[in-house]
């Protein structure tokens, strides 16, 4: 069938000039796309490089038009103007094998250095689609993209995203992100955080990709947070992570299972991480009172625009490793806040080293300095570390009964919470003063409810105030 489109290309390209101003009939015959070379391997590219309008977008019309939002439909461009390019970059600035399972290396922009192979387009991830195109509707010749990255960090996503700009691909694998907890994953209840596949079939992703049948689990991968064709939101995700609101925020979709004290949570807080940011979580006693429940600190508002990936995902400059002539900006994807970093500041991947040896890049766009923000953490932690103490300290006085009734929900079983809450890692971060009112007003209500006073001279005095 392509054959013959190409036959009558032939013909009509014989004649375009005499047909230059003819009319719209012409058009309707054009072929889809222009002969690839034989040495491209299957790649078909663009079928006008001006416009980047690809073979593969003259069907799939949604996916070009997002295409043509995100970063790869002008990789070659970034390539050329920064002064630097070599022959090594350009396999990961155009269709290649690189990122899609063609494995013969010396194909599509490699083997013929045409310019209809510029720039990340569809076949990139996708994989040659000449047998595609030419029969659209045959199962076999479906060009699936991949959202693993495999074993070796080599595939998808990875095989650009790593190695000559590093660390994006081999931070990722370092995190939790690039595990999968075996046991959470396998249940059904579990997997729509726990597992890949699961969560992005909770959000509604009907795509097909290469692994959708796959029952190994797999962990959240780039193609997991970030959508693969859409650009509409920063960084090319697939929701945003400024929303200050747990139904649309990216990282709260999963960071806030269980925030809140019901009789039924007696297991504690599990990820309590984006409600409690926002000012939503924890037990609040009888008679609480603060300025406002829902309260938050500055981390948790919109004065914050990036919220959990301000201080998760810090940015840090390197150098191009391979050049040193350009300097290149990463964004953190180890996910840790205040990471552990070398002399040059750059993340070691370690999580045990000293509050001296972090960086609080994350922070200093608010804090000033980063020792101005290393006081205020360990102020911080110090003052929720000793309510913490003292809260322990009440509820080993309370009787065992008191406790855990799935029914219920007692003073004891809300202080419990409270205390769990604040010694999640981080939590003296994320909402200091929320903690703070609620771990004082826990103890003040076990002193009316058990008639139990404090030991110990912890003051239950507010003493972080919002600015
Ligand atoms: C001539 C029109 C046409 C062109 C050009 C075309 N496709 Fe398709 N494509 C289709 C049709 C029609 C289907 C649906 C086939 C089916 O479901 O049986 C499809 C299916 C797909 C699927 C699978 C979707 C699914 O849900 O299973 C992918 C992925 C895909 N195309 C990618 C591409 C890529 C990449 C290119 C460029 C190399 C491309 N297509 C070019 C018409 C086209
Ligand atoms: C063939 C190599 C290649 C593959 C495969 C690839 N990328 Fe990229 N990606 C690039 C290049 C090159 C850029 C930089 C383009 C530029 O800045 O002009 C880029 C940029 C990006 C950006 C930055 C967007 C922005 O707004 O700055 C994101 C996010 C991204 N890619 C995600 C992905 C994801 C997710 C996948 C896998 C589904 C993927 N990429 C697969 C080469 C690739
Ligand atoms: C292994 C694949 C790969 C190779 C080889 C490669 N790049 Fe890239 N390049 C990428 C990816 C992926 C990005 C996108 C990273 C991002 O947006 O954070 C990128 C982004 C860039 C950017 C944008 C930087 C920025 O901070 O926005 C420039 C400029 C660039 N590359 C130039 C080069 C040059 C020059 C070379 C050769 C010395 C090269 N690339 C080789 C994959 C590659
Ligand atoms: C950076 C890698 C990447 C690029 C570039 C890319 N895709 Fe995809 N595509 C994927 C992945 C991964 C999936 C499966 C997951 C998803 O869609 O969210 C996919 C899914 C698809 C599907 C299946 C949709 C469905 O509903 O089943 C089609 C069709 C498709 N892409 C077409 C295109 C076209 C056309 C282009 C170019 C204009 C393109 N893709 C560019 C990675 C990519
Ligand atoms: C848990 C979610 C998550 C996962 C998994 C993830 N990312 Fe990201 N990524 C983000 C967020 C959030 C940003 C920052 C967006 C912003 O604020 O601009 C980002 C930024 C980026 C950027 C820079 C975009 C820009 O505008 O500068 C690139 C490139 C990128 N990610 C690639 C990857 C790759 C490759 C992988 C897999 C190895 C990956 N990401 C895995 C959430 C994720
Ligand atoms: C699809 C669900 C999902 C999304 C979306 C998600 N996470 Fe996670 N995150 C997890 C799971 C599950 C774990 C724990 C996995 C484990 O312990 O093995 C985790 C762990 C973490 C950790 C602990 C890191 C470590 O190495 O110990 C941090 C920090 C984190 N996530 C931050 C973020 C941020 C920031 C975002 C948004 C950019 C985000 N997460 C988006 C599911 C998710
Ligand atoms: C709404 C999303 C969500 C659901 C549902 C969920 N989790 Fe989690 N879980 C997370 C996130 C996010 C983390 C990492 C953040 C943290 O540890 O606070 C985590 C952490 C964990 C950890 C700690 C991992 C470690 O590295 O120590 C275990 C174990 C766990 N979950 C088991 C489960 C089990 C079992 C289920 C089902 C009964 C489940 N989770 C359901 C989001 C979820
Ligand atoms: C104002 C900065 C800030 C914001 C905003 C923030 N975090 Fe954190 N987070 C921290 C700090 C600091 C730690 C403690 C890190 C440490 O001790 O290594 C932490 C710890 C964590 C941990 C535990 C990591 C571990 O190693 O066990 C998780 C999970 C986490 N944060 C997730 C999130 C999520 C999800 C959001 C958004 C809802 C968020 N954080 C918002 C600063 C922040
Ligand atoms: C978007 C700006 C912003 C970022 C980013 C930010 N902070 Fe803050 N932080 C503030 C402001 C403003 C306050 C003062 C209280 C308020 O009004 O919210 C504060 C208060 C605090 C507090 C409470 C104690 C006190 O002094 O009031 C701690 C602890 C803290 N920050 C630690 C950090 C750490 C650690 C980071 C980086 C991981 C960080 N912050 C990132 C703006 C920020």
Not at 18 to 24: G, P, S, W
Not at 77 to 86: K, M, Q
Not at 124 to 144: E, I, W
Not at 428 to 435: A, C, G, I, R, T
């Amino acid at each position: 069938m392509r054959s013959v489109n190409l036959f009558r290309f032939a013909v009509l390209a014989s004649t375009a000039f005499t047909l230059a101003a003819c009319t719209d009939t012409v058009f309707v015959e054009r072929p889809l796309f222009d002969d690839p070379p034989t040495e491209a391997g299957g790649f078909v590219g663009y079928t006008d490089v001006e416009s980047k309008r690809t073979v593969c977008g003259a069907c799939h019309v949604g996916r070009q038009a997002e295409w043509e939002r995100t970063a790869h439909a002008h990789a070659w461009a970034t390539l050329e103007e920064s002064g630097s390019s070599r022959a090594f970059c350009e396999s990961c600035h155009t269709v290649s094998s690189m990122g899609n399972l063609e494995t013969n290396e010396n194909v599509g922009w490699v083997a013929t250095s045409n310019p209809r192979f510029h720039d990340v387009q569809c076949e990139a991830c996708h994989g040659p689609g000449l047998d595609h195109v030419s029969v659209p509707d045959a199962p076999q010749n479906q060009p699936l993209a991949m959202l693993s990255v495999g074993d070796d960090l080599d595939q998808g996503c990875a095989a650009c995203h790593s190695g000559v700009h590093r660390p994006f691909t081999e931070e990722w694998a370092a995190s939790a992100h690039g595990d999968v907890v075996a046991f959470a994953a396998a249940r059904v209840e579990c997997a729509s955080c726990h597992e890949g596949k699961a969560a992005l079939q909770s959000w509604g992703v009907k795509a097909a990709f290469l692994e959708q049948d796959e029952a190994a689990p797999m962990a959240i991968t780039c193609g997991v947070c970030h959508d693969p064709h859409d650009g509409r939101f920063q960084g090319q995700l697939r929701m945003p992570v400024e929303e200050p609101s747990v139904e649309r925020n990216l990282c709260m979709q999963c960071h806030g299972r269980t925030a809140v004290a019901m009789p039924e949570n007696v297991r504690g807080p599990h990820a309590p991480q984006g409600p409690l940011l926002l000012g939503e979580a924890g037990w609040t006693p009888p008679g609480f009172e603060y300025p406002d429940i829902r309260i938050m600190t500055t981390h948790g508002t919109q004065a914050n625009p990036g919220l959990c990936a301000t201080c998760h995902m810090e940015t840090y400059e390197l150098e191009d490793p391979e050049t040193g002539a350009f300097s290149f900006r990463a964004t953190g994807h180890s996910f840790q806040a205040i990471p552990c970093v070398d002399e040059n500041g750059v993340p070691t991947g370690e999580t045990d080293c000293g509050l001296q040896e972090r960086s609080y890049g994350g922070c200093t766009g608010c804090h000033g300095s980063a020792d101005a923000a290393r006081s205020a953490l360990i102020v911080a932690r110090n003052r929720i570390d000793g309510l913490v103490g003292t809260i322990g300290a009440l509820l080993d006085r309370i009787p065992e009964e008191e406790f855990g009734d799935p029914s219920v929900l007692t003073t004891a079983d809300g202080s419990l919470f409270n205390m769990q809450l604040a010694q999640e890692p981080g939590s003296e971060v994320h909402n200091p003063f929320l903690l703070e009112a609620l771990l004082v007003a826990s103890i003040r209500q076990i002193e009316r409810d058990y008639g139990l006073t404090p030991s110990g001279n912890v003051s239950l005095e507010l003493q972080f105030t919002p600015q």
